[in-house]
């Protein structure tokens, strides 16, 4: 008897502890579907927005379906952060880009998205791609250009990595591609050998060490059609990254060779026989800011501010919604987040941030974006561009710019200074609480009330067999 006890008293401890981790490995995950109306240049986006825990972001492990008539490219990571009822919510999105492969009208059924081993399904739907203008390769003159020995053998396949900048300033960022190019009219009979263990290789030689990186995410090469000096090609794309150096060293991309088979008749006989291609080699000199108390403290880059405000007139107390969104091929993670300070004419408060990193066409963009709640104490016109302004590098000038706020308010009515407004008064309680140190507050939450229930059942537990060990002498 006192065996089946202890027996029963470690079966049950063991499966609430196995509930337990199940429970933590759980996650309630949201999914979004993007644009379902694009051209050919464009990709198709489909999102899953997941709690941020006080685990890394490798724990979550994610599966996004196969689209037929799109390739799977890269998989954006962004941050967002809301304030709702008192408290900031953290989340992470994770966002699959889909390329499409043709033009029309492609109809999607119901499939699945898949995080920590559970499943949520969406609902059918249709996708509509319309042409793109041609994905031709223009001559910039800050581009690298292709070897002349290489233009001679216009008729012959080459290996080619390519920079859209040679001479980028430090913390711009600069995208490497690694394609082989086919003519349109080759006669000969190729095929790919071993690409599983030859690309791998090659793109370890070709990362730059001295840079951050965004990848593309390419799974399989990207075959598309190209025009270069107005000669047609194949594109076969192994790799693709948008790198930010991170200081004025010079990047040597080595020269890369890859394999390839070509069928022939030798003595009456099919065989397939071993051709190397040859890339040339790369130089990549990134240049030094200018002198200046913010270089390496702003991004760089090329950036556009797009903004909204529910209203442009309003009344003194009343709530305004401010949205802006700063979009641009820099690393966008600089951007100063500082908290906005409230004034004797306007009160703001943070309800939102969001920021994220996916790939545009042949380039790499960041977005951030927030949500402002402006409440005005004061009558009068405000010009938001003293309140709202963000600080670059611009690379088009290659001067320090900045981007500010055109929206401009009138405000009407009494200054809220002149009477006491008790429910204005008890929103300003709230206002700040994303600056506070939520691991203070530790018993309120639902993971803390697992972890006592069981410590709790651990010592019941330990008090059995303390009984029954009692009971034996």
Known sequence: MNSRIVFTGVFLYFLLGLQALVAQSK????????DKNINQDETFVISITVPATGNSSEAIQ??????ANFQKLGISRGKSSNFQNGQIEQ????????QPLGVGQFYIPTDEVSVNQQSQKFEPFYISVSPSNGNVVENNPDEVSIADEVLAKANQPFLLVASNHIRPFVGQGFTLKFSLFVPENNTQDLAFDRNDIQIPKLIQQLRPRNCWEESFGLQVEKVSKVEINQKKYTEYRFFQATY???NNRPIQIPSLSLQILKKEKVGGEMKSLPIVFKSPALLIQPRSLPNHPLA???PVGAYELRESISKNQAKTGEQL???????GDGNGILWDSKGLESDYFIDFNRLSTQSSVYPSMDKMLGDKSEIIQIIPKQPGKFALKQYFYWIYFNTRTEKFDTLRSKINVEIQGQPSDTRLNT???MEGLYRGLENLNSDDVVWNRWVNWRQLANLTIFSIFVVLVFLVWKTKK
């Not at 994610?62 to 689209?67: D, M, T």
């Open 321 to 327: 919604l401010y949205s802006s969104s700063i979009i």
């Open 91 to 98: 989340r992470i999105i994770y966002s699959q880009h889909y």
């Open 423 to 425: 429910s204005r008064e």
């Open 62 to 67: 994610y599966k996004f379906p196969e689209l």
């Open 244 to 246: 930010f150096a991170l």
């Open 27 to 34: 996650v309630d995950f949201a999914i979004q579907i993007g």
């Open 296 to 298: 390496g403290k702003v």
